[in-house]
């Protein structure tokens, strides 16, 4: 079965500190998605990467970055955590072409 | 860029009805147009996708239309049950182009009442 993981499903974090939320997925795709979901907004894209230490921006990068030092692995860092970064946050992955697979999601609280 | 607008945002049905929800799209060299369901607490998934050399594909009780000209695609549940309550989103991509990545709608809550 496909397979893409997001490590932790739910955090809550303090204004300021810098939050890692991690991806992994197990089927060799090359490019890889976070996107951020919001009420009454739907999903919106973050960063996308299409190879291994390559990443281009999505629609709302502002406040965040990204990580692809292997394949399988995507991971968002929040440098400094924000209130208005709680959301949910949604990793997928896909080979040119094909049908986009999404993790389960990861829930963040900054207080 | 692409823009794709979702109606509605709330639908709700009784057991053994039918629902549509309807997308629209801006950019005419989109090519791929896929649906997916989330179910509370979980993650988005494809239910069905098409592209843009067909005009209409079902599978079972779903089917999705598609009007290149017009640029709407279309969600069709038939004989709706309680467990098809949930979000729905469509998107679109010029999957074959450069980028590949999709944009979304902002979902139709769908509930089906017993």
């Known amino acids: 079965d496909v397979k893409v993981t997001q490590s932790s499903r739910y955090l809550v974090k303090r204004t300021g500190e810098k939050v890692f939320l991690e991806c992994v997925q197990d089927m060799d795709h090359e490019n890889m998605f976070w996107y951020r979901q919001d009420p009454g907004l739907g999903l919106r894209l973050i960063y996308f990467?299409?190879?291994?230490?390559?990443?281009e921006k999505g629609d709302i990068p502002e406040g965040y970055s990204v990580s692809r030092e292997k394949k399988e692995r995507f991971s968002l860092i929040l440098e400094s955590a924000s209130t208005n970064q709680t959301s949910m946050y949604l990793c997928a992955s896909t080979d040119v072409g094909n049908t986009i697979y999404f993790g389960e999601g990861s829930w963040l609280t900054v207080v | 860029g692409e823009n794709v607008e979702q109606h509605p945002s709330t639908l709700s049905v009784q057991e053994g009805d039918s629902a549509v929800i309807k997308c629209t799209y801006s950019?005419?060299?989109?090519?791929?147009f896929p649906w997916y369901k989330q179910e509370l607490g979980k993650g988005p998934q494809l239910i069905i996708d098409i592209r843009s050399n067909v005009g209409e594909k079902k599978d079972q009780r779903i089917a999705v239309t598609l009007n290149k000209t017009a640029k709407h695609f279309s969600l069709h549940i038939t004989e709706t049950q309680p467990e098809d309550s949930a979000v729905y989103f469509c998107a679109a991509s010029d999957y074959g182009g450069s980028q590949g990545n999709l944009i979304f709608g902002k979902g139709t809550k769908l509930s089906v009442k017993p």
């Open positions: 950019d005419s060299a989109s090519n791929y």
């Open positions: 990467s299409y190879d291994v230490k390559m990443k």
